[in-house]
């Protein structure tokens, strides 16, 4: 019985994200519609269903629905309505200077390595002019998924939240059962957004910046909101 139900889950998790949202919205609006149907039915002391109350019963629910649709898009975290494309799908050039002009060079270093960020897979948000407005990469390694950059240029539009869902998506199909990332100490706004969304602090590197700053010197001692940038914080998210 165990091994059937995890089997019915291994093939509903392969079912894409936004059509297993969709399925469940369906049924919780159909169950809620037929839950006030059968509550209105009761009030106005009705005995038998004919076709207006059966029509009645499926408007609530399709209102229902796009009510719950509504709700989930209202914060903009899922980026539906947002242009996200893949890397692979932008001039190289792009990608490299959006690297250099944000953070000196498409290079980025960190305890798990050195990574050439203009050559990893990864999804970018384009505006109407098709210039990248935000950026994320990452790595899959087995059943693991390293996120190496996210970039949002034009902050609190919900650009870095559907950039992240985009790659937790794409570990899913990809059968991952993490997505791990680092950041520095200094950047408690990174540290606060990825809490928010499901990951956990899972690892501190103190002092592991200065050997980062060895392989790039670029690197600066000290962030704009004045906090030294020194130590390096693991962060993991389980998707399983
Ligand atoms: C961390 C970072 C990626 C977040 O990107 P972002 O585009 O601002 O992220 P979002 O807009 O999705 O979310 C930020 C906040 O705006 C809110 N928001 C989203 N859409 C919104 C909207 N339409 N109106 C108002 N607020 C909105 C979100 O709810 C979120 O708040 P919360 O974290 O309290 O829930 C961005 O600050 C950044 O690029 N920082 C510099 C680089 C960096 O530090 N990268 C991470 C290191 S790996």
């Known amino acids: 019985m165990g091994k059937i139900s ?12 936004q059509v297993r949202v969709f ?32 029509i009645l019963c499926g408007i609530v629910s399709l209102f229902i629905l796009f009510a719950l649709n509504h709700a989930n898009n209202g914060k903009n975290t899922g980026g539906d309505d947002m242009k996200i494309v893949s890397t692979k799908d932008l001039p190289k050039r792009a990608v490299s200077q959006f690297f ?23 999804y970018a948000v384009l505006d109407e002019n098709r210039e990248i407005t935000g950026l994320i990469t990452f790595i899959i390694n087995g059943t693991e998924c390293e996120i190496i950059s996210l970039d949002s ?49 899972a690892g501190l590197f103190v002092n592991a910046v200065e050997k980062a700053r060895k392989i790039k010197p670029g690197i600066p001692f000290t ?6 940038i020194r130590d390096e914080i693991l962060l993991v998210k389980r998707l399983t």
Request: include cysteine; hydrophobic fraction near 35%; charge should be neutral.
């Open 23 to 54: 399925c469940l919205s369906l049924f919780t609006s159909c169950f809620f519609g037929y839950m006030i149907y059968l509550g209105i039915k009761r009030v106005l002391q009705f005995h038998t269903l004919n076709r207006p109350e059966t």
């Open 100 to 122: 250099t002009t944000h953070w000196g060079s498409p290079v980025m270093v960190n305890s798990n390595g050195t990574f050439q960020c203009d050559e990893l897979e990864g």
């Open 153 to 201: 240029i034009i902050e609190n539009n919900g650009i870095g939240s559907a950039l992240l869902k985009e790659v937790e998506r794409a570990s899913e199909r990809e059968r991952c059962e993490q997505v791990k990332l680092i950041t520095t100490n200094d950047n408690v706004r990174a540290i606060g957004f990825y809490q928010k969304r499901g990951y956990v602090l």
């Open 6 to 17: 995890e089997k019915l889950l291994t093939y509903w998790l392969a079912v894409p994200r």
């Open 223 to 228: 962030a704009d909101n004045g906090i030294p």
